[in-house]
Protein backbone atom coordinates (compact mmCIF):
# COMPACT_ATOMS: atom_id res chain seq x y z
CA UNK A 1 0.00 0.00 0.00
CA UNK A 2 1.17 3.82 -0.21
CA UNK A 3 2.45 5.00 2.72
CA UNK A 4 1.91 8.91 3.13
CA UNK A 5 4.32 10.96 5.12
CA UNK A 6 3.05 14.40 5.95
CA UNK A 7 5.51 16.98 7.76
CA UNK A 8 5.78 18.41 10.05
CA UNK A 9 4.32 16.69 12.71
CA UNK A 10 3.13 19.94 14.55
CA UNK A 11 3.77 23.83 12.78
CA UNK A 12 3.68 26.88 15.50
CA UNK A 13 2.32 29.91 13.84
CA UNK A 14 0.79 33.26 14.29
CA UNK A 15 -2.50 34.79 12.21
CA UNK A 16 -1.77 36.27 9.38
CA UNK A 17 1.31 34.52 8.82
CA UNK A 18 1.60 31.66 5.15
CA UNK A 19 1.63 28.01 6.44
CA UNK A 20 3.38 25.25 4.13
CA UNK A 21 1.83 21.49 4.94
CA UNK A 22 3.84 18.86 2.94
CA UNK A 23 3.26 15.40 2.25
CA UNK A 24 4.97 12.86 0.63
CA UNK A 25 4.02 9.19 -0.82
CA UNK A 26 6.04 6.50 -0.64
CA UNK A 27 5.23 5.44 -4.55
CA UNK A 28 3.61 7.88 -7.26
CA UNK A 29 -0.02 8.04 -6.89
CA UNK A 30 -2.11 7.30 -9.79
CA UNK A 31 -3.93 10.24 -11.17
CA UNK A 32 -2.95 12.64 -8.79
CA UNK A 33 -6.07 11.62 -7.00
CA UNK A 34 -4.86 12.85 -3.64
CA UNK A 35 -7.02 14.64 -1.00
CA UNK A 36 -6.73 17.21 1.85
CA UNK A 37 -8.99 17.37 5.30
CA UNK A 38 -9.56 19.85 8.05
CA UNK A 39 -10.20 18.27 11.38
CA UNK A 40 -11.57 20.29 14.59
CA UNK A 41 -11.68 19.01 17.65
CA UNK A 42 -14.69 16.79 18.32
CA UNK A 43 -15.62 17.22 14.42
CA UNK A 44 -15.76 15.33 11.43
CA UNK A 45 -12.95 15.52 8.84
CA UNK A 46 -14.23 18.13 6.50
CA UNK A 47 -12.48 18.18 2.35
CA UNK A 48 -10.79 21.07 1.47
CA UNK A 49 -8.95 19.75 -1.55
CA UNK A 50 -9.11 16.86 -4.13
CA UNK A 51 -7.16 15.91 -6.94
CA UNK A 52 -4.17 17.97 -5.23
CA UNK A 53 -5.48 21.29 -6.51
CA UNK A 54 -9.07 21.64 -7.07
CA UNK A 55 -10.93 23.71 -3.38
CA UNK A 56 -14.02 21.73 -2.42
CA UNK A 57 -17.20 23.41 -2.55
CA UNK A 58 -17.19 26.51 -0.10
CA UNK A 59 -14.11 26.58 0.35
CA UNK A 60 -12.01 29.83 0.65
CA UNK A 61 -8.67 30.98 -1.75
CA UNK A 62 -6.41 30.86 1.12
CA UNK A 63 -6.33 27.35 0.73
CA UNK A 64 -4.63 26.17 -2.05
CA UNK A 65 -2.97 22.25 -2.95
CA UNK A 66 -0.56 22.24 -5.51
CA UNK A 67 2.17 19.25 -6.43
CA UNK A 68 1.82 15.82 -8.52
CA UNK A 69 3.52 12.20 -8.36
CA UNK A 70 4.83 11.68 -5.17
CA UNK A 71 5.34 14.83 -3.29
CA UNK A 72 2.70 17.28 -2.92
CA UNK A 73 1.60 20.67 -0.45
CA UNK A 74 -1.26 21.98 1.18
CA UNK A 75 -1.15 26.13 1.43
CA UNK A 76 -2.83 28.68 3.54
CA UNK A 77 -1.77 31.96 2.62
CA UNK A 78 -2.77 33.93 6.26
CA UNK A 79 -4.07 31.75 8.78
CA UNK A 80 -6.98 33.00 10.25
CA UNK A 81 -8.41 31.96 13.76
CA UNK A 82 -10.47 29.02 12.59
CA UNK A 83 -8.10 27.51 10.19
CA UNK A 84 -5.65 26.23 13.67
CA UNK A 85 -6.54 22.17 13.18
CA UNK A 86 -5.27 19.14 12.11
CA UNK A 87 -4.61 18.25 8.20
CA UNK A 88 -4.22 15.03 6.75
CA UNK A 89 -3.93 14.43 3.38
CA UNK A 90 -5.61 10.88 1.32
CA UNK A 91 -4.80 8.95 -1.96
CA UNK A 92 -7.31 7.75 -3.13
CA UNK A 93 -5.44 6.29 -6.94
CA UNK A 94 -4.59 3.30 -5.62
CA UNK A 95 -6.49 0.85 -3.15
CA UNK A 96 -6.27 0.54 -0.59
CA UNK A 97 -6.68 3.99 -0.13
CA UNK A 98 -4.64 5.77 2.55
CA UNK A 99 -3.96 8.67 4.79
CA UNK A 100 -1.13 10.46 6.02
CA UNK A 101 -0.45 10.90 9.94
CA UNK A 102 -1.62 14.31 9.96
CA UNK A 103 -0.24 17.82 10.75
CA UNK A 104 -1.31 20.04 13.81
CA UNK A 105 -1.11 23.50 12.90
CA UNK A 106 -0.98 25.27 16.35
CA UNK A 107 -1.58 29.06 17.54
CA UNK A 108 2.63 30.55 18.37
CA UNK B 1 -26.01 17.33 -0.94
CA UNK B 2 -25.66 13.59 0.03
CA UNK B 3 -25.97 13.29 4.22
CA UNK B 4 -24.92 10.36 6.39
CA UNK B 5 -25.91 9.79 9.62
CA UNK B 6 -24.20 6.80 11.22
CA UNK B 7 -26.93 4.98 14.01
CA UNK B 8 -25.57 1.47 16.58
CA UNK B 9 -25.06 1.43 19.83
CA UNK B 10 -22.47 3.56 21.67
CA UNK B 11 -20.89 0.68 24.29
CA UNK B 12 -20.32 -2.35 23.76
CA UNK B 13 -18.96 -5.29 25.70
CA UNK B 14 -15.82 -6.99 25.07
CA UNK B 15 -15.47 -10.27 22.69
CA UNK B 16 -19.08 -9.10 21.53
CA UNK B 17 -19.76 -7.79 18.07
CA UNK B 18 -20.14 -3.73 17.37
CA UNK B 19 -23.27 -3.29 14.58
CA UNK B 20 -23.27 0.01 13.04
CA UNK B 21 -25.64 1.29 9.83
CA UNK B 22 -24.89 4.21 7.79
CA UNK B 23 -28.13 5.93 6.17
CA UNK B 24 -27.97 7.75 3.48
CA UNK B 25 -29.92 10.78 2.26
CA UNK B 26 -29.74 13.22 -0.73
CA UNK B 27 -27.91 10.33 -2.76
CA UNK B 28 -28.03 6.81 -4.82
CA UNK B 29 -26.44 3.30 -4.53
CA UNK B 30 -27.36 2.45 -7.83
CA UNK B 31 -25.91 5.38 -9.58
CA UNK B 32 -22.18 3.97 -8.99
CA UNK B 33 -19.00 5.68 -9.59
CA UNK B 34 -19.18 5.86 -5.54
CA UNK B 35 -17.35 3.82 -2.66
CA UNK B 36 -19.56 3.53 0.55
CA UNK B 37 -16.93 3.12 3.61
CA UNK B 38 -16.25 3.22 7.29
CA UNK B 39 -13.26 4.99 8.59
CA UNK B 40 -12.43 5.18 12.22
CA UNK B 41 -10.33 7.34 14.34
CA UNK B 42 -9.32 6.41 17.81
CA UNK B 43 -8.70 8.35 20.30
CA UNK B 44 -5.90 10.87 20.31
CA UNK B 45 -5.15 8.89 16.76
CA UNK B 46 -5.13 9.34 13.17
CA UNK B 47 -7.53 7.91 10.43
CA UNK B 48 -7.84 4.45 9.68
CA UNK B 49 -10.11 2.82 6.78
CA UNK B 50 -11.84 -0.34 8.04
CA UNK B 51 -13.20 -1.23 4.63
CA UNK B 52 -15.05 0.01 1.37
CA UNK B 53 -17.88 -1.64 -0.50
CA UNK B 54 -19.45 -0.45 -4.38
CA UNK B 55 -22.85 -1.10 -5.75
CA UNK B 56 -21.86 -4.12 -6.90
CA UNK B 57 -20.73 -5.63 -4.47
CA UNK B 58 -17.13 -5.52 -4.34
CA UNK B 59 -15.58 -4.66 -1.05
CA UNK B 60 -12.13 -4.25 0.40
CA UNK B 61 -11.09 -4.54 3.94
CA UNK B 62 -8.37 -3.06 5.93
CA UNK B 63 -5.94 -6.57 6.11
CA UNK B 64 -5.23 -5.95 10.12
CA UNK B 65 -9.25 -6.06 10.71
CA UNK B 66 -10.34 -8.40 7.52
CA UNK B 67 -11.01 -11.54 9.82
CA UNK B 68 -13.57 -9.43 11.87
CA UNK B 69 -15.09 -7.20 9.39
CA UNK B 70 -18.29 -7.46 7.66
CA UNK B 71 -19.82 -4.74 5.39
CA UNK B 72 -22.83 -4.53 3.75
CA UNK B 73 -25.31 -2.57 1.30
CA UNK B 74 -29.19 -2.16 1.32
CA UNK B 75 -29.49 -0.71 -2.35
CA UNK B 76 -33.19 -0.54 -1.52
CA UNK B 77 -33.65 1.52 1.73
CA UNK B 78 -30.18 3.46 1.08
CA UNK B 79 -28.11 2.37 4.02
CA UNK B 80 -25.01 0.27 4.26
CA UNK B 81 -23.97 -1.09 7.75
CA UNK B 82 -20.62 -2.42 9.64
CA UNK B 83 -19.84 -5.44 11.58
CA UNK B 84 -17.15 -5.96 13.82
CA UNK B 85 -16.90 -9.34 15.76
CA UNK B 86 -14.49 -9.75 19.08
CA UNK B 87 -14.06 -6.30 19.86
CA UNK B 88 -11.73 -5.35 22.43
CA UNK B 89 -10.82 -2.14 24.37
CA UNK B 90 -9.00 -1.25 21.37
CA UNK B 91 -11.66 -1.36 19.07
CA UNK B 92 -13.14 2.09 20.76
CA UNK B 93 -13.18 5.17 18.60
CA UNK B 94 -15.04 7.26 16.70
CA UNK B 95 -16.96 5.42 13.94
CA UNK B 96 -17.54 7.41 10.67
CA UNK B 97 -19.39 6.41 7.69
CA UNK B 98 -18.26 7.90 4.43
CA UNK B 99 -18.71 8.14 0.69
CA UNK B 100 -16.03 8.50 -1.53
CA UNK B 101 -15.68 9.62 -4.88
CA UNK B 102 -13.57 11.29 -7.29
CA UNK B 103 -14.00 14.44 -5.62
CA UNK B 104 -12.98 13.35 -2.14
CA UNK B 105 -14.82 11.96 0.63
CA UNK B 106 -18.38 12.95 1.97
CA UNK B 107 -18.71 12.31 5.97
CA UNK B 108 -20.99 11.10 8.54
CA UNK B 109 -21.10 13.50 11.72
CA UNK B 110 -19.12 10.25 13.52
CA UNK B 111 -20.36 8.04 15.97
CA UNK B 112 -18.32 7.02 19.59
CA UNK B 113 -18.92 3.47 20.24
CA UNK B 114 -16.64 2.86 23.71
CA UNK B 115 -15.89 -1.06 24.14
CA UNK B 116 -15.91 -1.97 27.90
CA UNK B 117 -18.23 -3.87 30.36
Known amino acids: EIVLTQSPGTLSLSPGERATLSCRAS???????LAWYQQNPGQAPRLLIY???NRATDIPDRFSGSGSGTDFTLTISRLEPEDFAVYYCQQYGTSPWTFGQGTKVEIK | QVQLQESGPGLVKPSQTLSLTCTVSGGSFSSGGYYWSWIRQQPGKGLEWIGY???????YYNESLKSRVTMSIDTSNNFFSLRLSSVTAADTAVYYCARMGWRGIDWGQGTLVTVSS
Open chain 2, 53 to 59: SYYSGST
Open chain 1, 51 to 53: GAS
Open chain 1, 27 to 33: QSVSGNY
